[in-house]
């Protein structure tokens, strides 16, 4: 199945800052052949869409709104995304849940707003740590699957079984592992990926399934040849081009 190396620089990064970024990466980059990409803040996207081609990067946004245009003060369209050359947006970021009120019904119109679009769409889930605690994470998870699955069997064509273009993936990402340090151990990894496959899967659907929380280089050898994983979606460790190359390069040889 297709692999996917996936930086999200969260409300990172100047302009000039993402010009760097990019032309560093690109040099590092030329051997590898795993899809790359970086989803950042909207006045980041046109900068970054320009200076990732020669590195190969693929540019996502970080957020994309319900509908395509109207009264939606502070959201970003899916056509203004189109426009600028974003290939796709992440949608249901546990910081997005907690901070800003995405519901799982929200999430999965975000989904299909940008599929409608045909914007590619990572779309992440995750157990807090007191549901992991009672022993929800298998319940959270399926039930912020449910919400989307009609959106991915509608746009079917559009996801990766069918389309080898496309970069839609869901994330696993445990909310308790997002930039704490905290990295879930490989059995859970290994446990909750099978779940996710197995979950969609019932629904006829096929898509990679990225970890993201803590990844390092030193940890991610480990996590990406793990059953079930096909990359990372990546926080703190994608924010330096030799780090992110080097998780590329470590996701590629897993
Ligand atoms: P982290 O963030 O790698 O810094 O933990 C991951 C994420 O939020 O996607």
């Known amino acids: 199945m297709k692999k996917i190396a996936a930086g999200n620089w969260k409300l990172q990064k100047t302009r000039k800052e993402t010009e760097s970024f990019l032309s560093a990466l690109a040099p590092l980059s030329s051997e590898l052949k795993t899809d790359r990409v970086i989803a950042t803040s909207p006045t980041l996207l046109e900068t970054a869409v320009k200076a990732g081609e020669a590195a190969g990067v693929k540019v996502f946004s970080q957020n994309v709104a319900f509908e395509d245009s109207g009264a939606w003060t502070g959201e970003i369209s899916p056509l203004q995304l189109k426009e600028l050359g974003v290939v796709g947006s992440l949608v249901g970021h546990s910081e997005r849940r907690t901070h800003f009120a995405d519901s799982n019904e929200t999430c999965a119109a975000r ?23 009672q022993s929800l994470t298998k319940t959270i998870v399926e039930e912020q699957l449910a919400a989307v699955v009609p959106v991915f069997k509608e746009f079917a064509s559009q996801l990766p079984g069918t389309n080898p273009g496309s970069l839609t993936a869901v994330a696993y990402e445990p909310v308790w592992a997002i930039g704490t340090g ?14 996710v496959h197995a979950f969609l899967n019932e629904h006829g659907i096929e898509l ?33 081009a030799e780090s992110f190359a080097e998780l590329t390069k470590i996701l590629e040889n897993a």
């Open 111 to 133: 989904a299909k707003s940008a599929l409608k679009n045909n914007l590619d769409v990572i779309f992440c889930i995750g157990e807090s740590l007191s549901q992991r605690e």
């Open 208 to 240: 990679p399934v990225l970890y993201g929380g803590s990844v390092k280089p030193r940890n991610f050898g480990e996590i990406a040849g793990t059953d079930g994983v096909q990359g990372g979606l990546v926080g703190g460790a994608s924010l330096e």
């Open 182 to 195: 905290k990295v879930a151990t490989i059995e859970q990894i290994e446990e909750t990926h099978a779940w």
